[in-house]
């Protein structure tokens, strides 16, 4: 098989993503002075910025761009801004940074196109936009909790054996969740990936990305590195409060 027979063979939904040459891209303003967003960028004006496979979360503290990329990520495939599927999603007053029209998403013409953008602080506005269209949505996301609308989402959109592959872009899922719930999350996220779903995660959960064989890029002052679970900081965070909170306690609340 010739180099150009394995692109077009190849399943990825998004196998990178590159700088459209034209695009006015300002080095000085938000958010490309942002250390991950400015670093994504240059690689993106060249080569292209490369996504494997599976599953890969973005880490990192707030600020440090995780959702701003993953937004324009989503964007840049083809995915609503303010969240929903390629079939469809609310509409806000718009909020995002010009990212996602500076990008655009390299793919085979066979790669699977259904995709699906969780964005945790906007998804009020989506369930209102399905009841809709649907005329009384089957699923009445309004009358559930957060935790129980997002798991019904997992369940019936996001790892629903009818999609059997696709991209998930998904924002910090955890936000609505509890521990088991987390947990559930990160058998689903296995399957999805088994079937082929290709997904890029924003995350501060610990738990999720501790996900067998997912990559991690990790975001910072320093930029994007790809990292190790064990060594996060967001793992060693995490582990230093639950062995000893009074240590932590002790200089937040005297």
């Known amino acids: 098989m010739t180099r150009g027979d394995e692109w077009l063979h190849d399943p990825r939904p998004v ?32 080569d292209g910025w490369e996504f494997g496979p599976g599953v890969t979360f973005l880490v990192g503290e707030n600020g440090s761009g995780k959702s701003t990329l993953i937004e324009g990520i989503a964007e840049a495939a083809g995915l609503p801004a303010a969240g929903g599927s390629t079939n469809g999603g609310s509409e806000t007053r718009r909020t995002e940074s010009p990212l996602g029209e500076w990008l655009r998403v390299e793919r085979s013409p066979r790669a699977p196109r259904w995709g699906f953008f969780l964005r945790a602080e906007t998804m009020h506005s989506y369930y209102s936009w399905r009841e809709d269209l649907d ?19 997992l369940d019936e959109v996001l790892d ?13 899922p955890e936000a609505a969740l509890s521990f ?17 779903t290709q997904v890029i995660c924003a995350t501060h959960s610990p738990v999720l990305a501790a996900l067998p064989g997912a990559t991690i890029l990790e975001l910072g002052e320093w930029g994007i590195r790809e990292s190790a679970w064990e ?21 937040l609340l005297e």
């Open 15 to 46: 196998q990178r993503v590159k700088l459209f040459r034209d695009a006015p891209v300002d080095r000085a303003a938000w958010p490309a002075t942002v250390s991950a967003v400015a670093q994504f960028l240059e690689v993106a004006a060249g």
């Open 135 to 153: 005329g009384g949505d089957a699923l009445r996301l309004h009358e559930m909790s957060h935790g129980e609308s997002f798991n019904s989402l």
């Open 160 to 172: 629903h054996e009818r999609y059997v592959a696709g991209l998930a872009c998904l924002d910090e």
């Open 180 to 196: 088991s719930s987390t947990l559930r999350w990160l058998a689903s996220l296995d399957r999805m990936r088994s079937r082929g």
């Open 231 to 251: 060594d996060l900081d967001l793992v060693r965070l995490h582990r230093g409060f639950l062995e000893a909170p009074g240590r932590y306690l002790r200089h």
